[in-house]
């Protein structure tokens, strides 16, 4: 068994990045036992703005609306939450559902929480291999004395 310590946030926001079909089968195991579910707010579309950061100087500064779905379910009693971006809202349920399993500490947290280290490793890789391509790129400047 991995131990993965990640923030509520986190969770959030790698469940948000989750492949569908991962996502949807998960939840489908998480509610296998018969634990009672409640749809506290089905999935809905709407846009949310976006907020960005220039990486130079840090200054935030909103992108614009971009759509997104999301969902609150009850697990047994316990609250979860999902948003992702784009109209999926079947991944959008099966995230909340994934991330109240996690609040709960129940059984199928563990396989939660290595969908949720698989997606951070499938982002890392895709971000290596971006610098890989941008490394090329870089100008080194030399200060002459």
Do not use: K
Request: aromatic share 4%; net charge negative; with cysteine.
């Amino acid at each position: 068994m991995i131990a993965h310590e990640y923030s509520r946030e986190r969770v959030a926001e790698l469940l948000a990045d989750a492949p569908e079909d991962e996502l949807v089968d998960l939840a489908d195991a998480c509610l296998a036992d018969g634990i009672e579910l409640a749809v506290l707010t089905a999935p809905e579309v709407g846009s949310v703005a976006a907020q960005v950061r220039e990486p130079i100087a840090h200054d935030h500064f909103f992108l614009g609306d971009v759509l997104a779905c999301r969902a609150e379910v009850s697990l047994g009693g316990v609250r979860g939450w999902a948003m992702r971006l784009g109209d999926n809202r079947s991944a959008t349920l099966a995230a909340a559902i994934c991330d109240a399993e996690i609040v709960a500490e129940r059984p199928q947290a563990v396989r939660v929480l290595e969908l949720c280290a698989r997606v951070e490793e499938i982002r890392r890789l895709a971000e290596a291999d971006e610098w890989a391509q941008l490394a090329p790129t870089i100008v080194q400047f030399e200060e002459l004395t």
